[in-house]
């Protein structure tokens, strides 16, 4: 369903039902308590936008009601402290926790799988670009996920940061966990250049251990990641 979504404002710049995701970017980037969220049809959209975000901003599929109401106050790393085991934030914990603002939110823009990529790393908070690399000639979106990630991490430590790094790739989550990526890419003269990147992130986190949380953007409950390129 590429290209259906729709996106309602309920508290931004000016609220309303909007078709494209840089649109409701617009309305919502460094606004301060912004409520949105995105539906399978304008219909749907229309009937949220009218109901007022109380009824579905927060709320899981099962209806129970989730902490994040966007205040940035810091609450959801607590949460998360809580629900963590083994370096890991269960499903369910982070479907009760708010967002951490403080943090830096990844996402690939691909054409084609396999095909051209680029990634970047935004701040969650204010969605300024933080770092942006590609077009990559060809590669996968979930190679693009990985590289990503370990892309933040390598940049919040030469910062000296420990902040939350979200990306919406379990894929690519699980491959960092492994410090390895299973894909059937072929290596050849057209991914030379993404297996290139690749190979050094492995070789950087065999080499470095990291404190920052790297955590599943839940969309379904937030709205669209704050680094999406639009290309639903």
């Known amino acids: 369903m590429a290209g259906s979504k729709h996106y309602v404002v309920w508290v931004g710049r000016k609220p309303g039902v909007y078709s494209a995701w840089a649109e409701c970017q617009k309305q919502t ?3 301060e308590g912004a409520k949105f969220k995105s539906f399978e049809s304008k219909a749907a959209a229309d009937s949220a936008f009218r109901d007022g975000w109380e009824k579905h901003w927060g709320k899981s599929s099962g209806g129970s009601k989730a902490a994040g109401m966007g205040t940035g106050t810091g609450a959801g790393a607590s949460a998360s402290n809580r629900f ?3 370096g890991r934030t269960s499903s369910a914990a982070q479907a009760a926790e708010e967002i951490d603002y403080d943090s830096i939110s990844v996402d690939v823009g691909t054409r084609g799988n396999p095909g051209p990529v680029e990634y970047k790393g935004v701040d969650t908070r204010t969605g300024e670009v933080l770092f942006s690399v590609g077009p990559i000639p060809m590669g996968t979106n979930n190679l693009g996920e990985f590289l990503a990630i370990v892309h933040a991490l390598r940049y919040t430590q030469e910062r000296g940061s420990k902040s939350t790094i979200y990306s919406d790739s379990m894929n690519a989550m699980k491959w960092l966990r492994e410090k390895k990526v299973a894909t059937t ?7 030379a250049e993404i297996w290139r990147l690749v190979d050094e992130a492995e070789a950087w986190l065999r080499a470095n251990r990291y404190d920052n949380k790297v955590l599943k953007w839940q969309t379904k409950l937030w709205g669209e990641i704050k680094a999406d390129y639009g290309r639903k």
């Open 29 to 31: 980037n460094g606004f």
């Open 185 to 191: 890419l072929a290596r050849n003269a057209s991914t």
């Open 84 to 86: 963590r085991t083994a």
